[in-house]
Each structure stands twice: as structure tokens, then as C-alpha cells.
């Protein structure tokens, strides 16, 4: 299975942010993870013309569950792989919050991408309160299991687990803790699909240079979603740099 480091740029970037990609691909030609920033829409197109040939891909952060059609300021898993992309983030929590996006709205948004032919990550994760209320897996596991298409495979979707109280906030779950998410994440997979084995598990939430050894180091974490560290390419390649070890 090849790790995966994927940035999630959310809002942010303009078109001088692509300087980014440059000083990530000249300091990781050839990285033995895979690559993949999801710059804000307005960019892919840019920015998969600037990674064409390389080891990077691009992403959007979401899609629209229809094909086409009148759904003003949406964009269709099939408008993003035309203007590049090869893999869409479904159901961050900031969707699910901003736009009170449900696992079934993910599950048929992640149906449509995968029609598609993009390669889909799928976020999960709990809130503070829930974590503290002792209903961590509880509220994983159903997620888990509303939100993936029964057509998932490992070459095509990836699974993020988020804590949401640890995405952008510099706070990060113990060790330990992850490890029982990620455990409990490939035994629930296992139950479902053939290949669970070779499904690509990432954790995402404060991911920064600073940890991402250790945290790769957990059984069972595959790479990292990054949020705030894939701004700049000397953070993420550094990421990169950790999950290659
Ligand atoms: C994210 O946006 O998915 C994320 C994990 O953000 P950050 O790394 O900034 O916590």
C-alpha cells in the first residue's frame, strides 16, 4: 500500500500561492508517498496544469451528488476531473457544520465521484463532546457506515479519521488514542469490503511537522489529511518527508 500525504487548502490560496508547488516539487521529485493538494476550486485548474508529469495530484474538497444541472455555485465530480482533478475530500466536518451535510448526502456524493472515476476521501470524526460523552466509536462507526458507498474499494476511496475538536487547533488526540480509532476503523471495514487491508486510513487534525513522525509511527495510520501545514511546501514537504521514512 502507498501512503498518502493529501493538503487540504479549504479557503485559502490565491494564484501566487502556486509558488508552493513549485518549491514542493523541486524538493520532493519523487517522493516515495503520494501527493495530493486540494486547493480551493478556482485553482485546480492551475494547479494541475503546474503538477502535470510530476508526483503531485489534485483534489477538490467536495462535489455536488448530481451530474449536472441548475445548482447555482456547485461543481459536479465531472466538472472537477475536467479541470483536472483526480480525487475529491467528501464530508469534512467543515461541511458537515457549514452546510449541515449528512452521512447520506456523503454517501451520495461519494456515489457520484466514484462514477466518475475520482478517487474519493471520505472524512470521520467526532466532536469534543461526543469524545468526551465516551461515544467516539459509536458515532465513527455510524458514520462509517452511512457515509461509504457499498462500490468502495481501496483503490478507490480513502477513509480520514478527524477528530473535529483537533482540526485547527493545534490539539492532537494522544497516541493511543488514535490507535484504537484507526483499529477500530480497519476491523469495521474488514466486516465490509474484501480489500479492507489495503484501504488507505489517514489521520487528519493539527498534523504538523512537529508530530508527524510519532503519529505515523501508529499501526494502521496510512498518511495524513493537513490542513493549516500543506499551506506552505516546506511544512507539508516535510510531512512528506516523515511519511516516506
Ligand atoms: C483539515 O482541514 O482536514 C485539517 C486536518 O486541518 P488542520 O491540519 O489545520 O488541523
Known sequence: MKKLAAGNWKMNGSAAALSQ??????????????????PPATL?????????????????????????????????????????ASHVILGHSERRADHLETDALVRAKAEAALATGLITIICVGETEAQRDAGQTL??????LTASLPDTATAATVVIAYEPV?????????????????????????????????QMR??????????????????PHVDGALVGGASLLAADFGAIVTALGV
Open 165 to 197: 475538536w483537533a482540526i485547527g487547533t493545534g490539539r492532537t488526540p494522544t497516541l493511543g488514542q488514535i490507535a484504537e480509532v484507526h483499529a477500530f476503523l480497519r476491523a469495521r471495514l474488514t466486516e465490509r469490503f474484501p480489500d479492507a487491508a
Open 21 to 38: 508547488v513549485q518549491a514542493l516539487l523541486a524538493a520532493h521529485p519523487a517522493p516515495s508517498c503520494e501527493m495530493l493538494l486540494c
Open 44 to 84: 485546480i485548474a492551475q494547479m494541475s496544469a503546474a503538477a502535470r508529469g510530476s508526483a503531485l495530484k489534485i483534489g477538490g474538497q467536495d462535489c455536488h451528488a448530481k451530474p449536472s444541472g441548475a445548482h447555482t455555485g456547485d461543481l459536479s465530480a465531472s466538472l472537477l476531473k475536467d479541470a483536472g
Open 138 to 143: 459509536n458515532i465513527i462507526g455510524a458514520q
Open 201 to 218: 486510513l489517514l489521520y487528519g487534525g493539527s498534523v504538523k511537522p512537529s508530530n508527524a513522525a510519532e503519529i505515523f509511527a501508529v
